[in-house]
């Protein structure tokens, strides 16, 4: 429901993040990335952030050489999801501090922190910055 | 330090995965890590449990398996420490999924977990329940969410709610609980909580009825004096996105708002003001703007009827229709789609600015602007917007050139108000796109032409014309060859011309020279070229100054290589050379091609039947013949045992009229069966290469077409039930074949006698009527008898109503067709008929047996008569 998954792949295709919220077998989920990935990066900045796709629509955006797909059923608002892709980043990035794909990468258990407090079960939970990183900024104080 | 032990650190793991070059050298590295940490695992090591499962997730994104370590993220949730816990509720959540038993095991962890002190945890156990808990898990865990819903801390309760989504969405009975706690929340001032309480409202409200009636009483003004607030807040960092606050919230409160005011009046009153306000008020220069806008109208459009707010909406989506930008283009697309439905005069008027949209570089805004095009299309602008379409059609990309060609040709048919109108589009068509023009369409066109008497030989002579300059449009060609062939006369003759045409002077022998280039095209299919030969067999005939010319290219092909061609050829040479007397009655015109039927068996019919209606050649028993077919069909569908109809659900009798299937097994057993527009049915009549199966079966085919339900059926005219299955009475139409089955002598009268044959038998026999049974069957099917039964009445009354009714055993399958008439004269001066069908499953242990009871209506009474027939012969 709402959001299907949420994925982050470099511009070679490579996959930085994936968060399913609905099951997919591994295969499955190698051939969807594929697909859509191809699909995404095929298109050139002048054309339009959403793409159809089989039953759902891709809602993707690209910051630096990152690209964030979002997957969402098809009467979700894609306008209010390019927002939250945006405010996604903005989170990882007053968290990170410019972040960047090497921080994704390496922290990658963080970022899943903060977008399981963004999201779940496909629905946004919370838009509030100081919301979401609070309870990470605690743990990180505390370990 | 050894990188690949299980002491490496994530980091470490990771630069090693990025370090290789290949794909077998990181298969090599994940491979050895993960050997490390089953090691781990098997040691149950404490220290490295939660980096282990941290490589493990990274391992698993990459897509390998990783399965052994489920048991892992169990042992960590139970750890009392919070970073264990922490991930191992995300291995939880990333690694298993709710089909997993393993994951009942974890129930009473997060039961535990629920209750805790610490309410990170708490929220952590929310979290994990709330993305992947199963049907079990939610019913033993619900009480528990529930408690929690009203947790003094607002990040508990959040996720209580969005949890408590899942858990309904998975047991809806336990929807009820939820309704008050779930109105409760919409009371919060933490934007959080009101958040996912109205998620959780919109979800109740789609579940259950109840819940939806509850929240429209109660909470409609609630919730729009909530919006009222949020709209008209003062500046609020933390929820503010470019100068709009909190625009998550207000996208939430309009869906629930549409949910709430869909379909009640009342409740969509209430909300006008607020639409109003937030439909004007908002900014829309930033993106955030435009997505509440873009709710808004989503919503206005799907309450109850308001004209003011709908102007508005649609002026705002005319002026998203106008933006630069190419996201808001596409929702406006999107969202004008809806609103056809219920204002299609506003639509209308943009009509300019979708057309330039379907030309758009964009691929998703052309789809949507073509989707949009179609639903506008009405009588009055299909003139001009087809004109436009076409003219696209001409520059457009190859990709979008399928979608454009099929999208015109169903408005062309749908809407065009005149035949010539609709043939004259087509043919502009069929020479830009031809190729990506789909069969069911040129043979809508094929029937439209027949019908249009007055208009063939305008027709053929544009056709001719296309044909010269556009010779490589598959369906171009066929089309142009067909018309050619049928009408060859008027194309030569320049007959029936119109006012508008200029005179062109064409002779018989450009006329056979345009259908030779065809057929010695390479590039085309052998459909067409198959086409191309039947062509030339009716212009033969047609042209008789030509029939020389002709008959050397015939002999030509019968050269070929390619079977079809090469058949053909040489069963046209034949024709031609021994047969002139027939040959001119063969080829004569086709007959007119009933629309009505047309359509309505293409209404009927599954879309995809059409091109895959093939399938191998089948072997029917014969009498098992297609459940919808087309009178038309059925007549010519003479060697149909193997022709594709009894796969294709109702679909393309046309495209069974050219006969796709090759002549049957004869020749060769699954052979050419890709979809072409083969053997022109009637030359199946003129299989004269052929052994007499061919000729017993066509017979059969007549006669057991009987077995056919359906009553518009030509076919029940043909194989009379009353008469014995062997003589096929004259059929409606094309009289010129039934004669020339009658020339084949042996061929009319072969009687449906392919097997062993045997006595008839007085089945019943009383005072006043006699049962006779005649047995006919299969040779290849010993099980299935096939029984005549005839009725006589030997009582100088005549009977009415007159009915019979069969029961057998339960080793015999008893099938029986309709009578051919309940009335019976008197005294035996006639008889009704009637075929049953017996299958014995008990075949050569068990004979047949069968009771019956016979019930008529002698002057008015009703008389019952029942036996039982035990002497049926043995073998049966």
Not at chain 2, 59 to 80: D, N, R, V
Not at chain 2, 216 to 225: A, F, I, M
Not at chain 2, 351 to 364: F, Q
Not at chain 2, 794 to 802: I, M, Q, R
């Amino acid at each position: 429901m709402g959001i299907r998954f949420i994925l982050m792949v470099n511009k070679q295709g490579q996959t930085r993040l994936a968060q399913y919220y609905e099951y997919l077998t591994l295969e499955e989920r190698r051939a969807l990335e594929g697909e859509i990935v191809r699909k995404c990066l095929a298109r050139t900045e002048q054309q339009c952030s959403f793409v159809e796709h089989r039953n759902y629509k891709i809602v993707y955006r690209r910051y630096a050489s990152l690209f964030f797909l979002v997957g969402v059923d098809n009467e979700e608002n894609e306008l209010a999801i390019l927002e939250f892709i945006h405010l996604l980043v903005e989170t990882m990035d007053r968290h990170f501090g410019n972040v960047c794909e090497l921080d994704v990468m390496f922290h990658l258990e963080k970022a899943h922190f903060m977008l399981e407090e963004m999201v779940m079960n496909g629905c946004i939970v919370e838009t509030s910055k100081a919301n979401i990183l609070s309870p990470i900024q605690l743990m990180d104080k505390a370990s | 330090m050894n990188p690949f032990s299980s002491g490496t650190r994530l980091r470490d793991m990771i630069r090693a995965i990025r370090a290789c070059k290949t794909a077998a050298e990181e298969r090599a590295v994940v491979r050895k890590e993960c050997a490390a940490i089953r090691a781990a695992i098997s040691e149950n090591d404490q220290d490295y449990r939660h980096r282990n499962l941290a490589k493990l997730m990274f391992i698993h994104m990459l897509g390998y398996p990783t399965h052994f370590g489920q048991m892992e993220c169990l042992k960590l949730i139970a750890s009392p420490g919070f970073p264990e816990k922490r991930i191992g509720y995300l291995g939880l959540m990333l690694l298993l999924d709710e089909r997993q038993e393993v994951l009942m095991l974890v129930t009473n962890s997060i039961k535990q977990d629920l209750s805790h002190t610490n309410q990170y945890i708490v929220g952590l156990a929310l979290c994990a329940l709330g993305n992947i808990c199963s049907a079990e898990m939610a019913r033993d865990l619900a009480p528990e969410v529930e408690r929690l819903l009203q947790f003094r801390d607002p990040n508990i309760r959040k996720k209580a709610a969005l949890c408590s989504i899942r858990i309904v969405k998975k047991v809806p009975d336990l929807a009820e609980n939820f309704i008050n706690p779930a109105a409760s929340l919409l009371k919060e001032k933490h934007h959080g909580v009101l958040l996912t309480g109205i998620q959780l409202c919109t979800d109740l409200c789609n579940i259950s009825a109840e819940a939806l009636e509850y929240f429209r009483k109660k909470c409609t003004d609630g919730l729009v004096k909530v919006l009222k607030d949020v709209a008209n807040s003062p500046y609020a960092p933390e929820y503010d996105v470019s100068g709009i606050a909190d625009p998550f919230l207000h996208i939430k409160l309009l869906k629930l708002l549409r949910v709430l005011g869909q379909g009640d009046a009342d409740a969509s009153d209430s909300m006008n003001d607020i639409l109003a306000q937030v439909a004007t008020k908002t900014e829309s220069n930033k993106n955030a703007g435009n997505a509440i806008l873009y709710e808004c109208v989503s919503t206005i459009m799907t309450i109850e009827e308001n004209g003011g707010l709908r102007v508005l909406a649609v002026n705002i989506l005319g002026r998203f229709l106008s933006s630069r930008d190419n996201n808001i283009r596409y929702v406006a697309l999107n969202m004008l789609m809806k609103a056809i439905a219920l204002d299609s005069q506003a639509v209308q008027r943009h009509r300019a600015t979708i057309l330039e949209c379907v030309k758009d570089s964009d691929a998703s805004i052309r789809k949507r602007a073509l989707e949009l095009v179609y639903l506008l299309v009405n009588e009055s602008n299909v003139k001009s917007l087809t004109k436009e379409l076409i003219d696209y059609l001409e520059i457009s990309d190859p990709e979008f050139k399928g979608d454009l060609t099929a999208k015109i040709c169903s408005i062309v048919e749908k809407f065009s108000p005149e035949k010539i109108w609709y043939i004259d589009q087509m043919l502009k068509v069929l020479p830009k796109a031809g190729n990506y023009v789909k069969d069911e369409v040129w043979h809508a066109l094929i029937v439209v032409i027949t019908n249009a008497s007055d208009l063939h030989g305008y027709i053929v002579r544009s056709l001719y014309r296309e044909l010269q300059t556009a010779g490589e449009q598959e369906t171009l060609v066929r089309v142009a060859v067909w018309c050619i062939g049928e009408y060859g006369e008027m194309l030569v003759g320049n007959a029936g011309m119109l006012n508008q045409e200029d005179p062109i002077t064409v002779t018989e022998s450009d006329a056979v020279d345009v259908i030779e280039t065809a057929i010695k095209c390479h590039s085309l299919d052998l459909a067409t070229r198959a086409m191309c030969l039947m062509a030339l067999l009716k212009l033969s005939s047609r042209f008789p100054s030509c029939s020389q010319r002709i008959n050397d290219t015939i002999i030509h092909y019968k050269e070929s290589l390619v079977l079809e061609l090469q058949q053909r050829a040489i069963e046209f040479n034949y024709i031609i050379e021994k047969h002139q007397n027939i040959r001119s009655a063969l080829v004569e015109r086709m007959p007119v091609l009933d629309e009505a039927t047309y359509s309505g068996r293409r209404a009927g019919s599954v879309p995809a039947a059409v091109s895959t209606s093939q399938g191998a050649p089948l072997n029917l028993p014969n009498g098992v013949a297609k459940p919808t077919a087309a009178p038309l069909v059925d007549l010519l569908d003479l060697s149909s045992d193997e022709v594709s109809a009894p796969s294709s659900s109702g679909g393309d009798f046309l495209h069974d009229l050219f006969g796709v299937d090759l002549p049957p097994a004869s020749s060769q057993p699954g052979g050419n069966h890709a979809q072409k527009s083969g053997t022109d049915v009637l030359l199946d009549l003129l299989s004269i290469g052929t052994p007499l199966a061919q000729s017993t079966s066509m017979a059969d085919m007549l006669s057991s077409g009987d077995e056919n339900k359906s009553p518009a059926d030509i076919l029940d005219k043909l194989g009379s039930p009353s008469g014995p299955p062997s003589q096929a009475s004259p059929p409606v139409g094309s009289s010129s074949m039934m004669d020339l089955l009658d020339g084949f002598g042996p061929v009319s009268s072969v009687p449906e006698n392919n097997g062993p044959t045997y006595p008839s038998l007085v089945a019943f026999e009383s005072s006043s009527l006699r049962v006779t049974f005649n047995f006919s069957k299969q040779p290849g099917n010993p099980q299935t008898t096939y029984v005549e039964a005839q009725f006589v009445n030997k009582s100088p009354n005549a009977y009415s109503n007159f009915v019979f009714q069969a029961a057998v055993p339960k080793f015999l399958q008893l099938h029986l067709d309709p009578a051919s008439s309940n009335t019976l004269p008197a005294s035996g001066n006639g008889s009704i008929t009637q075929k049953l069908r017996l299958k014995n499953s008990q075949h050569g242990k068990k004979s047949l047996v069968m009771r019956i009871r016979i019930g008529y209506k002698i002057n008015d009474k009703d008389v019952l008569e029942e036996g039982q027939v035990n002497n049926f012969p043995r073998d049966l």
